[in-house]
């Protein structure tokens, strides 16, 4: 059995706990029996092997067999602050976000702004991204931060290399080239307001083009995750 489960506790010793969710699907969907092995994650950078030890109704132990750190992150930390799209349309954002590696996200609170992200919307995006790395087989999960109004945020992030998403703006070409780390900013459908993007200039936030289509607020994002990725 290869299926990865996720821990929600860090692994630091020579057993580990699977609860609620995690221990229903193994239990129950993968009809998992004590001595079946799987592949645990705790969101530290490393996996383990790991023996079911017991099994009951909402908590399954393990016992771990192994240890291994497998790094897929890329060389270059990426937050990227976004104005979030409605519906499901910020779970697809989140999976791909996270299969291509960004470190993190922070939902954007913007005039234009069509989804304002809440206490309960951030609490299913994190999940999702639990959900994505099982998938893609990351270790370390991408942050889903609290959300910041976009003029205060841009005025408090200290990174020597901050880009926004704007027309006009300068190719993104090889600009991650020289940085280990970088932000960058994508506006709502309807753009960032005059207001919004005095502030991010004021504080140097550089502008990028992603190219000469209007694109949805996740295909920027997605563009943006995967140029990086690949720098």
Known sequence: MSERFFVEQPITGSTAELVEGEAQHLSRVMRAAVGDEVVLFD???AEF?????????????????????VNLEPR???????????????????????ELGAARLVPLITERGVAQPVDAAVARLRR??????????????????????????????????KLIAEPGGEQLGSLAQDVDQLACAI???????????????????????????ILRIETAAIAVAAWSALS
């Open 187 to 213: 506006g709502p459908e309807g753009g960032f307001t005059p207001t919004e993007l005095k502030a991010a200039l004021e504080n140097k936030w550089r502008p990028v083009s992603l190219g000469r289509s």
């Open 43 to 45: 969101g530290s950078g």
């Open 76 to 98: 270059v930390e990426l937050t990227l602050a976004v104005a979030l799209p409605k519906g499901e349309r910020q779970k697809w954002l989140v999976e791909k976000l996270t």
């Open 49 to 69: 092997a790991a023996k079911v030890a017991r099994l009951a109704k909402s908590v399954v132990q393990l016992e771990i067999l192994e240890r291994h750190v």
């Open 128 to 161: 999702a991204v639990i959900e994505a790395s099982k998938q893609c087989g990351r270790n370390r999960l991408m942050e889903i931060a609290l959300p910041r109004e976009a003029v205060e945020y841009f005025a408090n992030v200290s990174l020597s290399m």
